[in-house]
């Protein structure tokens, strides 16, 4: 359960969790976003079970880094990759976001080997899986998002 001043992430972002408000007859979440002090955003409290979760610990963090090795990549098929990339990313979970980072970035690099280019369907979904995950470490981390992605590559190298 989120409390007043917990810090949660919503589609992607890190927020900061302010207040219950209610507007004719609807209870919302208001939440302050931390990336951009001035937005605030207020969220159903109806639809927050889909949109909303507690932000990862740094012990999370690590745990889940330490797992990504072993998450599996997606059998998409080249017609229907969006549409796959899409679910996986509504769901919001870490593994299924990383397993379309993982999918998109064999995909490049098969590729590349045949000096093709990329799909702009992969380098779509690259672009909003990426944003997905690495926001959250780099605040975790306390960094900016270049460095949360070398972070986590230099530490599951490690």
Known sequence: MISVG???VY???VYIFEDIEL??????YKLK???ESNLTTRVPVSMANKHIRELL???ELDQLIAKIPNIPTLEVDAKNKGAEYREKLSTGTHEDIISVIKT???RQVDQATKKKR?????RVYMRQAEHLFYNEVAYIID???ITAKEYVTKTIEE
């Open 57 to 59: 610990t740094r012990e």
């Open 6 to 8: 917990m810090k949660i």
């Open 33 to 35: 976003s931390i990336a």
């Open 118 to 122: 990329v799909s702009e369907t992969d």
């Open 104 to 106: 998109i970035h064999l």
């Open 143 to 145: 960094k900016n998002l």
């Open 11 to 13: 589609r992607g972002d």
């Open 23 to 28: 507007k004719d007859d609807v209870e919302y």
